[in-house]
């Protein structure tokens, strides 16, 4: 799985959040790269506040992100791309056009759902010129015992995407390793169920 994309159609859906706790959980047991392909910069600031040297690396985009991937895979088993919240950006566009594996963060909620109707016109668009593009929904933010999220599971499979098994449920210790710089996995017990659901995620998609 060495190019593993994280796109959506908007902000607050859990992209970058993802990236980087995916990259952490990955590199336990491979070499990681982060490509930060948002313009916004969340992934980068979210390294440079970290002070953990043996924390995956960040790279700021490159105008060919495809090369840069390429050069980067040289080094690293795996990179992770955080893209913008829009489908619509040349570095979504792009980055569906080469990578393997594009999960797609949304919450639990009616907009987050009709927002990614339109990333399956631009994910049919790049099967064209990438037919072996995988896509995965992720629910992320997930409560479990809202009828909502309920209700969530129902009106995901009327979108052509399969969804993960692996839900992220909505849980304090992401927001707080965000402000350390840190991933789930360095947030020691606080973080053990969080870093269970990210390691189930990446099994999930690693090995199906
Ligand atoms: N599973 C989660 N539980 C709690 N907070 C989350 C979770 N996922 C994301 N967040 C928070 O929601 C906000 C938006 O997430 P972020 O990853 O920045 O989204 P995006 O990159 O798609 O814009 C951030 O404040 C983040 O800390
Ligand atoms: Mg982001």
């Known amino acids: 799985m060495p190019v593993i994309a994280l796109v959506g159609n908007k902000g607050g859906a859990g992209k970058t959040t993802l990236a980087v706790n995916l990259a952490a959980g990955l590199a336990r047991h491979h070499s990681v790269a982060v490509i930060d392909a948002d313009p916004q910069g969340s992934a980068l600031q979210w390294r440079a506040i970290s002070d953990d040297?043996?924390?995956?690396?960040?790279?700021?985009a490159e105008a060919d992100l495809q090369r840069q991937a390429i050069t980067l895979l040289q080094d690293y088993h795996c990179v992770v791309i955080d893209c913008p919240p829009s489908v619509h950006a040349p570095q979504t566009g792009a980055v569906l056009g080469f990578g393997d594996l594009a999960l797609i963060p949304v919450q639990p909620s009616p907009m987050d759902?009709?927002?990614?109707?339109?990333?399956?016109?631009?994910?049919?668009?790049?099967?064209?010129?990438?037919?072996?593009?995988?896509?995965?929904?992720?629910?992320?933010q997930l409560e479990p015992r809202t009828t909502?999220?309920?209700?969530?599971?129902?009106?995901?499979?009327?979108?052509?995407?399969?969804?993960?098994?692996?839900?992220?449920?909505?849980?304090v210790v992401y927001r707080n390793s965000a402000l350390q710089g840190k991933s789930v996995f360095d947030m020691g017990r606080r973080g053990a169920d969080a870093a269970a659901e990210i390691d189930q995620l990446i099994q999930e998609v690693t090995t199906t």
């Open 53 to 60: 040297a043996s924390a995956p690396p960040v790279a700021v």
């Open 113 to 140: 759902l009709w927002a990614s109707v339109h990333i399956e016109q631009s994910v049919e668009e790049a099967h064209k010129l990438n037919p072996s593009l995988r896509t995965l929904l992720v629910i992320n």
């Open 148 to 171: 909502l999220s309920r209700l969530v599971r129902d009106a995901l499979s009327e979108i052509a995407f399969p969804v993960a098994a692996t839900a992220v449920r909505r849980r």
